[in-house]
């Protein structure tokens, strides 16, 4: 953890020689010429124009772009030629564009959120030596040489040496993810990698005080580097937004090609410029989709309140299609696999199969618990959730404490032992609990390598059985030997026996794996626990198969940590399910070697220090009943209930909203079809104009949206875990869609409607070639029955788009109400254009014959038809749903 | 040798930890410090850092000799003249805040000993001075030159004896705007481009080091902002020591490029050391 390790090795002469500082601390002077070289101790990136800067990225998006402009072109002409509607365009454009680039802009200032929670880590104020006096200053003017007073309760300002301690503890949770304490002191320690004299920023001093030497600030401390990933770390584009961007360039691309073209064969044969730009404004408009970003937001909204109700909170609109698309699941053991509830599940003699007896079993609880910090599962309730198993396992045997504790000695991290003195009938022992391979080196010399290596298999037989185990040993003490150094205490040990503890899965995981498997998602597990174990449970909930041991399956974090990102990335494909005995910090390594494979990385984590790598994800996903603030600030989802089969049911639900999302996208491209042939034709023959740009707007961000939004909100399909994630490749805007919307469909509207267009033209006595004004009766009926048309035909294109291979009325319409208002707002508004008054003010329409409005109703079996058989040719007789039930 | 320019502050002695690790890998073990008085820091205090600066390479056995240089016309000028021309040494200086936070290195003085052709120049910024000058995990980004090692060689060799680790960095430039618009064929061949890059500059390494003790890994990163992708990188993988080379070739990739690396200077999570580039 410590990136100037060099200062540890040094005595406290050395440290304050190295840092220019004394016992005196440093001289005002001297704190602020450090000041000025090194900067505050602030662990926040002062960029004051960030939020300016975001706002403007959203507004300088393509589709933004193209929409303002369009806009702004509209106001111009409506200044050059007032009365034709295009004031309301203009307005409506830039709504639309201001609209997208404000529901972008919010969901980037959430990122303020994990500073936010990550300064609540650092103290005001802080107590430090200045002059040879002890004064108060506020923590962002600490500087490297600084002497600080340490307290017990204190928070720590700043990384620093310890050059005086007394009964220090500390707890590094913030930093390690280790909530137990830890005790230090202030000698020079030899090992690199130990940390046993440095407090750090952000670390709580639990107990003692002491006195230390500040040798790295703000940014530069490791807490700082936390703070800094997560402010720094920027998203990379969702793959929907990829998708969207590259929908939006191929239809902009389209619309502005087809409008410039246009617009100059309109100059070149003769017409006018004000007609040319009109008509050029019209194919742009009828090509870009303008209601379809909007609904997208929508459409996502909806979809993060169905999935709040599977436990899944989500606080960044992308990440809910993103959890569609995952491809690999980095999920941690404890907590989200399992329940992270530790029961004591097997008492074992140190190399005996055998059940041991009432006394043994008593022993050796007895002998665990002394090594613990509290003897009873109620005083263990807010501590380590191992002691408290034990603590629990004794009392429900119903034994009772017999025995008087003299000295107790914490776990420590580095030792990964805790140790206990005792005094029981009149005899003094020490007790010591831990993982085996730290225990085996202590014990005494009579104990022979037999039983040693007798124990090392039993243990190994444990840890094969999914068992976190414990060793215990202990040894009697000398009357003199009084306890406090843990270094003798420890040595000459006899073993006492191991004690099994597990931690059960949560029972939905089994299934969840199973449908991941099936989803073809694979799910890496990363824990801290020894690789027989890891691998036990990973046997247990599917994660590997039963009876086939590979040792390519597992990395442990001591190989990890030597490995390259090349060499990292080929284990990887290579096939490691599981990575044990890793920290919370090598979790950034894991995610970033799999982002560089080009996989779509979920991650879960639940720490300070896991925020970097959950930032760093595709979906960062933090617990949210046993996560920290920083760590929920950090992710763009929260499990409620810190369950992994929650997230499979997120993404059935994320498949499902890009399911539907492609669904709605085919159904709004559809209309696009309809809106655009008129202009052609206008263009390219005397004939009048079949729909206004105010009533292309009218399907585009009128009656379109709320079907789009139904279209959102389709149940999923049986099958939908069933496919393998689309992975970065995958596009939105597709060749086959897009032939089907423009081609197929789309064609089909345009003829059915240009033909009662037409019909309605020629009855009331129109003749070819002539020219009809734009307020004439006539011309409004004719452009009424038009729009219509449309209207009434996107009821047919609406329902075939529910389904891809089936026809869409073997599932009730009923169970969707929207999709039942989207219908009655198209019935409704297609009539009301034709027969209210104001809204054939709005639009320009006027009314038509009865019997015509009911041939424009036969649109809908038309393109629903058309569609059906489609779908029979392409792809056979669908499977019925009860297929899939069953 | 090592050339080590001393102003007599107390960051010249962060600064002055540096020259002595590199002094203790030289075949000489010298220590060349020259230190020009412009009487902002009392001559007593000067003094006493210096002669501190001795005591340390006496203690580890280093020969160090202490040169005070008479103020020409400038502080810059008095130095030029008194380093030596030898393409084997090595120039350590500082790159000090001025007054008002203005910038690290531009019109500094550490900036024009930067540009001297007499030996390679090393200016660095301490921001971590309880690292007592011994980096062990090195971040190397890379611009894509074709000078390859020859350039950092000279800096890098000094790091050796003490490193665990070495990240060849290459950041390639797209356009915000440009970047969601990027197909997944481009971004990888962009990036294969980079990393081939990379791994010319490792076997070039390879070739001087044979047998080298320290890993090293390359990485490639798309981004519109390269100074903030290098701070990023520093922090995410605990980088100590960014290593940077400075061109100055032209005023307007001076205006693009000095940006970035006045802002990698000011913000930087560990210690900087900046060499001349191609």
Not at chain 2, 224 to 237: F, G, P, T, Y
């Amino acid at each position: 953890m410590n990136n100037c390790a060099g200062i540890q090795k040094l005595s406290v002469d050395q440290v304050y020689r190295a840092l220019d500082s004394s016992p005196r601390g440093l001289s005002s002077s001297e704190a602020q010429e450090r000041l000025r070289e090194i900067g505050r101790n602030s662990i926040e990136i002062p960029d004051r124009w960030r939020l300016l800067r975001s706002l403007l990225r959203q507004l300088t998006n393509f589709f933004t772009l193209l929409l303002l402009i369009s806009a702004l072109i509209c106001l111009v002409a409506e200044r050059l030629q007032p009365g034709q509607n295009m004031l309301i365009l203009g307005w409506a454009l830039g709504g639309v564009a201001l609209l997208n680039a404000v529901f972008s802009f919010i969901q980037e200032y959430r990122a303020e959120k994990a500073m936010e929670a990550l300064r609540h880590f650092l103290p005001q104020q802080t107590s430090v030596s200045r002059d040879g006096k002890v004064v108060p200053v506020p923590v962002d003017e600490l500087v490297p040489g600084d002497l600080l007073h340490l307290a017990e309760g204190d928070r720590v300002p700043a990384d620093a040496r310890l050059v005086e301690a007394s009964g220090v503890m500390v707890n590094n949770a913030p930093l390690t993810g280790e909530s137990l304490p830890l005790a230090l002191s202030a000698e020079a320690v030899e090992d690199r990698e130990a940390e046993g004299n440095s407090v750090f920023a952000g670390c709580l001093v639990l107990r003692g005080s002491g006195q230390a030497v500040v040798f790295a600030t703000g940014l530069r401390t490791e807490f700082g580097k936390i703070a800094h990933l997560s402010q720094a770390i920027r998203k990379e584009p969702s793959p929907l937004e990829r998708q969207t961007a590259h929908m939006v360039r191929v239809l902009t691309l389209i619309a502005v090609g087809l409008g410039i073209s246009f617009f100059s064969y309109g100059m070149v044969s003769g017409r006018s410029w004000w007609i040319n730009l009109v008509f050029m404004m019209g194919i742009i408009v009828a090509n870009v989709p303008e209601g379809l970003l909007p609904t997208f937001t929508l459409a996502l909204a909806l979809g993060s309140l169905r999935m709040a109700r599977q436990n899944v909170l989500v606080t960044s609109l992308n990440a809910v299609e993103s959890l569609g698309s995952v491809q690999i699941i980095c999920a941690d053991k404890t907590g989200t696999l399992t329940r992270n509830e530790l029961t004591v599940s097997l008492l074992s003699g140190p190399t005996s199969v055998e059940r041991l007896g009432a006394g043994e079993r008593r022993r050796l609880l007895t002998l665990a618990l002394a090594a613990s910090p509290a003897q009873t599962a109620e005083q263990e309730k807010k501590g380590d959730p191992l002691d408290l198993a034990i603590a629990s396992a004794f009392d429900r045997e119903g034994y009772g404490i017999s025995w008087r504790t003299l000295f107790f000695h914490p776990f420590d991290v580095e030792k990964k032992r805790s140790a206990g003195v005792i005094e029981e009938n009149g005899e003094k022992l020490v007790a010591v609990k831990g993982a085996w391979e730290n225990i085996a080196p202590l014990l005494s010399e009579e104990t022979n390598s037999g039983v040693i290596a007798a124990a090392e298999s039993r243990m190994r037989e444990l840890a094969g059985q999914g068992l976190r185990v414990i060793a215990v040993a202990w040894r009697p003490l000398e009357a003199d030997e009084d306890g406090s150094d843990q270094d003798s205490l420890e040595r000459k040990l006899i073993p006492a026996g191991f004690i099994g503890i597990e931690d059960e899965l949560h029972e939905e995981v089994p299934a969840a794996i199973r449908d991941c498997r099936e989803a073809g998602i694979e799910v890496l597990m990363i824990t801290g626990d020894h690789p027989d174990t890891a691998r036990t449970i990973a046997v247990h909930c599917g994660i590997l198969p039963e009876g086939v041991k590979s040792e390519t399956d597992i990395l442990t974090g001591d190989i990890l940590e030597e490995l390259s990102e090349e060499e990292l990335k080929q284990r990887l494909k290579a096939g490691v399910k599981i990575f044990a005995r890793t920290s919370p910090t090598q979790k950034m390594k894991i995610v970033l070697a799999l982002k560089a494979l080009n996989r779509v990385v979920a991650m879960t984590g639940d720490g300070v220090n896991d925020a970097p790598a959950l930032k760093a994800a595709d979906i960062g996903i933090a617990m949210g009943k046993s996560g920290t603030d920083v760590a929920r600030a950090s992710a763009q989802l929260i499990l409620l209930d810190d369950n992994f089969a929650s997230i499979v049911a997120g993404i059935r639900e994320g498949r499902t909203i890009f399911l539907n999302i492609r669904k709605f996208t085919n159904y709004v491209l559809v209309s696009n079809g309809p809106e655009i042939i008129p202009y052609l034709l206008y263009i390219l023959l005397p004939v009048p104009l079949a729909l206004t740009v105010i009533q292309i707007l009218s399907i585009d961000l009128g009656t379109d949206i709320i079907p789009s939004m139904a279209l959102g909100r389709e149940p999923p399909e049986p099958d939908v875990m069933q496919h393998p994630p689309r992975g970065h490749e995958f596009q939105l805007l597709t060749p086959g869609l897009v032939i089907h919307s423009y081609l197929f469909l789309g064609l089909l509207e345009a003829l059915w409607s240009l033909g009662l267009f037409f019909y309605v033209l020629h009855s009331g006595g129109w003749i070819y070639g002539t020219e009809l004004a734009g307020d004439h009766p006539l011309y409004r009926s004719a452009t009424g029955i038009a729009l219509a048309t449309i209207l009434l035909m996107q009821i047919g294109n609406l329902i075939g788009r529910r389904f891809h291979r089936r026809s869409g009325i073997d599932r009730s319409l009923f169970a969707n109400p929207l999709l039942i208002v989207g219908i009655l707002i198209q019935v409704l508004f297609s009539w009301a254009l034709l027969y209210s008054a104001p809204v054939q003010k709005i639009l320009g329409t006027g009314p038509v014959e009865w019997t015509v409005y009911l041939v424009a109703w036969l649109g809908i079996p038309l393109i629903f038809g058309a569609d059906y058989l489609r779908k029979r040719i392409c792809y056979g007789p669908p499977l019925s749903l009860n297929h899939f039930r069953t | 040798m090592i050339i080590l320019a001393h102003d007599g502050s107390l960051y010249g002695e962060w600064v002055s930890r540096y020259a002595i690790n590199f002094a203790l890998s030289e075949e000489d073990r010298r220590l060349l410090v020259l230190h020009v008085p412009e009487g902002k820091i009392a001559p007593v205090v000067v003094e006493a850092r210096l002669e501190r600066l001795m005591n340390d390479c006496t203690e580890h056995e280093l020969s160090c000799r202490c040169e005070y240089l008479p103020p020409e016309q400038d502080v810059y000028r008095s130095l030029r003249h008194a380093i030596p021309h030898d393409p084997t040494a090595l120039l350590v200086c500082g790159t000090r805040v001025k007054a008002r936070n203005r910038a690290y290195l531009t019109d500094s003085i550490a900036e024009k000993l930067l540009r001297t052709h007499q030996c390679p120049v090393v200016a660095l910024r301490v921001t971590q001075p309880g690292l007592l000058g011994t980096p062990v995990n090195l971040l190397l980004p890379l611009a894509g030159h074709d000078a390859g090692t020859e350039r950092f060689w000279p800096v890098l060799r000094r790091f050796v004896p003490r490193l665990h680790s070495v990240q060849l960095f290459r950041s390639l430039n797209i356009h915000y705007l440009r970047y969601p618009h990027l197909s997944r064929n481009r971004e990888q061949s962009l990036r294969d481009i980079g990393i081939a890059y990379l791994e010319q500059i490792l076997m070039d390494i390879d070739k001087r080091l044979p047998e080298r003790s320290f890993r090293i890994d390359c990485r490639v990163a798309l981004s519109s902002n390269w100074s903030d992708e290098i701070l990023v990188l520093a922090s995410r993988l605990r980088m100590q020591l960014i290593l940077l080379g400075v061109s100055e070739r032209t005023l307007a990739h001076r205006l693009f490029y000095g940006v970035g690396l006045e802002r990698i200077l000011h913000k930087s999570p560990c210690d900087v050391g900046i060499y001349r580039g191609p």
